[in-house]
Antibody, heavy 120, light 112 residues
């Protein structure tokens, strides 16, 4: 059974940065590609982008292009999402999800979500 | 960007009755690989979303057969033949045909 386990909740000041991790475990071996999705309080789902660690490829949604960085450690199957220049509008739950950009089922497994609160 | 427009915003359904959710894409979702990359997810209260339907009409593993998906042009529909209490939550459609990936705004399903 595939599991994606994310790091814990964060409280950040405006203007600072946050880094969220997502560790994959279980399931048969295959390259894990990750997407990041966020959900502001009471709002819908918003795709931030994806990372394909085996290829060293990242795709960022235009809205986040200038402020977000995705990295990954293939040896530990862990992905990271770092968001800079935080404002109160970045208060949201951030999810990682297993992606399948080269075929297969996208977002068939999700992390539990990480609440990031931006407040002065 | 491909815009995904879901209707209705919310739905209140009597248990055992059917429900239908629409998702319209602003352009064709037919990919060069011959597949239509439209997916449906259910986010139950307090949980992460879960995959229900992939590539328009295929149920994901473990999804009850009361859930079905269909398409007519750029109009996609998720149907629940007989709503059960466990089906409450917010349903989202999503396209992966073109970057950036985009979600519909969501449809909240409640039980009467």
């Amino acid at each position: 059974q595939v599991q994606l386990v994310q790091s814990g909740a964060e409280v950040k000041k405006p203007g600072s940065s946050v880094k969220v991790s997502c560790k994959a475990s279980g399931g048969s071996f295959r390259t894990f590609d990750f997407s990041w999705v966020r959900q502001a309080p009471g709002q819908g789902l918003e795709w931030m982008g994806r990372i394909i660690p085996s290829l060293g490829v990242t795709n960022y949604a235009p809205k986040f292009q200038d402020r977000v960085t995705f990295t990954a450690d293939t040896s530990t199957r862990t992905a990271y999402m770092e968001l800079n220049s935080l404002t109160s509008d970045d208060t949201a739950v951030y999810y990682c999800a297993r992606d399948a950009p080269s075929g297969g089922l996208p977002f068939d497994y999700w992390g539990q979500g990480t609440l990031v609160t931006v407040s002065s | 960007d491909i815009v995904m427009t879901q209707t209705p915003l919310s739905l209140s359904v009597t248990p055992g009755q059917p429900a239908s959710i629409s998702c319209k894409s602003s352009q064709s979702l037919l990919h060069g690989d011959g597949k239509t990359h439209l997916y449906w997810y259910l986010q139950k209260p307090g949980q992460a979303p879960q995959l229900l339907i992939y590539e328009v009409s295929n149920r994901f593993s473990g999804v009850p057969d009361r859930f079905s998906g269909s398409v007519s042009g750029t109009d996609f529909t998720l149907k629940i033949s007989r709503v059960e209490a466990e089906d409450v939550g917010v349903y989202y459609c999503m396209q992966t045909t073109q970057l950036p990936l985009t979600f519909g705004g969501g449809t909240k399903v409640e039980i009467k």
